[in-house]
């Protein structure tokens, strides 16, 4: 069972990022057992990193943009509302571990296990240091137990499927 709107724009249950279409607007649908959260443009690094930004549009009508903003020398995403910063993302300490924070919340998103591109496997989002989702990448679905913000679950998304341009860098080598 998913709760909708529920402090800062909260789901939980199962959540799911389906292509819908191949050439207009929606090209993909956000929901939680299967209620519609929010309807996607295409997903593409090109218009997320240095383009206009991914269209998003939640359920009650409100627009955000998947966009990028500078951090240091990274470029980082963020999602973007008329009113300012919904939530943005970046690479903690970790190989390919992320931050994800927003006014309200602040979520960690790390490996079980295996990185990588091709066959990876299961990641984990984190409160504190509470446990509350698991995410299969390939699947496109999170399986939330605690409730989590529609931003912070498309913003993870977003990093699982870009990275950071340029996280790889900040890792410290074995020589």
Not at 92 to 110: H, M, N, P, Q
Not at 124 to 142: C, K, L, M, Q
């Amino acid at each position: 069972m998913e709760t909708v709107n529920a402090g800062p724009r909260t789901i939980k249950g199962s959540i799911r990022l389906s292509r819908i279409g191949w050439l207009a607007f929606p090209n993909y649908e956000l929901t939680a057992e299967g209620r519609l959260i929010a309807q996607l443009a295409r997903d593409s690094s090109v218009w997320i990193f240095f383009g206009p930004g991914r269209r998003i549009r939640l359920a009650d009508g409100t627009e955000w943009r998947v966009k990028a903003a500078t951090s240091g020398r990274l470029i980082v995403p963020i999602i973007k509302s008329r009113a300012g910063t919904v939530a943005f993302s970046g690479p903690l300490a970790s190989k390919r571990s992320y931050g994800i924070t927003g006014k309200d919340f602040a979520y960690e998103v790390v490996p079980h296990g295996r990185v990588g591109l091709r066959r990876g496997g299961l990641w984990g989002v984190r409160s504190h240091e509470t446990e509350i989702a698991v995410i299969d990448p390939h699947r496109r679905v999170i399986e939330a137990a605690e409730p989590i913000t529609i931003a912070a679950a498309l913003m993870a998304f977003t990093v699982l499927a870009h990275g950071t341009p340029g996280d790889v860098d900040l890792m410290p080598s074995r020589d």
